[in-house]
């Protein structure tokens, strides 16, 4: 079984290319709703909540452990395969393997969550992929709060998002990282206001790739040919109506969610 | 000493409304950032989180609390007082006194976070004041992180603001309560959104005017003719960047946080 797990909501866009891409594997998702947002939390603590997710993804029956969003894959990810008796995979690494594949200038964009981008992981970890990069980061804290309430073609998160990305129009970037797996949902926004040039490479798309291509490798988990995704098992933390309604927009069904 | 908590950093309009207006009491603030923000918490832990904070202010010798945001004014207030040895003010039982007394007509407004509305305090409290009123409530989640970035008076606040307000335009409200404490920060705006014959009824001001009522009434605590606001202490749960953005934006000078 695939265990993922996420601070709180946007790690459902990873479980929902997980579904779509690699329908034949049983998945566990875990959003830890109750102690959402990690980004203000001290890092040895977000360290211990990203164990403890883990750790009740292992006991549920994960063989592999996807963490689907960026802060924890940026500061736990580490500490988790020293700890976990099943692989990890994290969203940083493919995600900067992506860039750096797409960028022929070297000159990458990465916009993120405040706590992601202070972590500084991308502007740490794009350089040890490919030496002669230069990186913009952008914190863009308004865009989690308006996807999360289903802002998404409204008129006022266009606006935010074009004044957000501003300052990186006359970067000349050619890449750009959507380092925050709710940017998914903004996704079509983004490019029109960036401009078609500039490849976007989705956190929660490259996770998933690097997933599907750890699978093929490896036979940690059988394919099971029968599987439908009405098996898979969704948990949070803590539920709310506006807790459900997200997952319904992200999946476009009613998710059946279950709080620990 | 006073003490005041709040589930953020919301409460900090009530602490400088006491800084002003009650300039000769010494006061103590805990802002939970930490745990920030509780209305996706259930009731219980957000109980034992108000319980935890005032424990603390009266360890550090706090004679009166006073809960400055609404959904733990909501759901905790009795319990702390059942449970600590001082004097308990909540924010809601003010605001609500001053709504009934300023509305003529009898309908009166509520705005606040999704989970102060959905606690439906002030329509089970309001009735209780004066039973001929019509209660419109309104949830506005997306204010609280505009006026935390600081986003005040950007065009996109304003316009979110007007989408907000826009179904209270026709409901002939004669007073709107501001049901956050964060909201203070946007009085002028919502006063020029909802008309200049509403009364705009602010919790962090009603709560201040209420503990000022109590000070005069009860020698709890004595004045303290020399006090400054500089010895005043400012304590969180959790300390970044913004967090000291926030507060300065606030108290128009940089605050001494204090983390635990």
Redo the contacts between chains.
């Keep these: 079984m695939i265990g993922i797990f996420s601070s709180g909501l946007g790690g459902l866009t990873v479980a929902k290319a997980v579904e779509q891409l690699l329908p034949q594997y049983p998945l566990l998702y875990l959003g830890d709703?109750?102690r959402?947002p990690y980004?203000?939390?001290?890092i040895e603590?977000v360290i211990d909540y990203a164990l403890e997710n883990a750790l009740f993804l292992c006991s549920q029956g994960a063989k592999i452990i996807v963490i689907s969003d960026n802060y924890p894959s940026a500061i736990a990810a580490d500490r988790l395969r020293l700890e976990l008796p099943v692989p990890v995979i994290d969203l940083i690494g493919p995600t900067v393997r992506q860039a750096v594949a797409a960028s022929t200038t070297g000159r990458i964009g990465v916009i993120g969550s405040?706590?992601t981008m202070?972590s500084d992981v991308y502007r740490t970890e794009i350089p040890r992929k490919k030496s002669a990069c230069t990186i913009f980061s952008l914190a863009c804290?308004?865009l989690l709060?308006?996807i999360e309430?289903g802002?998404i073609d409204?008129?006022?998160t266009k606006?935010?998002l074009r004044?957000y990305l501003y300052p990186l129009r006359n970067r000349q970037i050619d890449t750009l990282i959507l380092g925050c797996s709710h940017y998914s949902l903004l996704r079509h926004l983004i490019q029109s206001r960036i401009g078609k040039k500039v490849t976007l490479i989705d956190s929660s798309l490259a996770v998933v790739d690097s997933l599907q291509t750890f699978l093929t490798a490896h036979a940690t988990i059988p394919r099971q040919e029968d599987h439908t995704h009405s098996e898979n098992r969704y948990f949070v933390t803590?539920l709310?109506?506006?807790?459900k309604d997200f997952a319904a927009q992200i999946f476009h069904r009613p998710l059946d969610l279950e709080t620990l």
């Design positions: 709703t109750a959402s980004g203000t939390k001290g603590a405040r706590a202070e804290p308004l709060p308006l309430e802002w409204k008129r006022e606006m935010i004044r803590s709310t109506e506006s807790t």
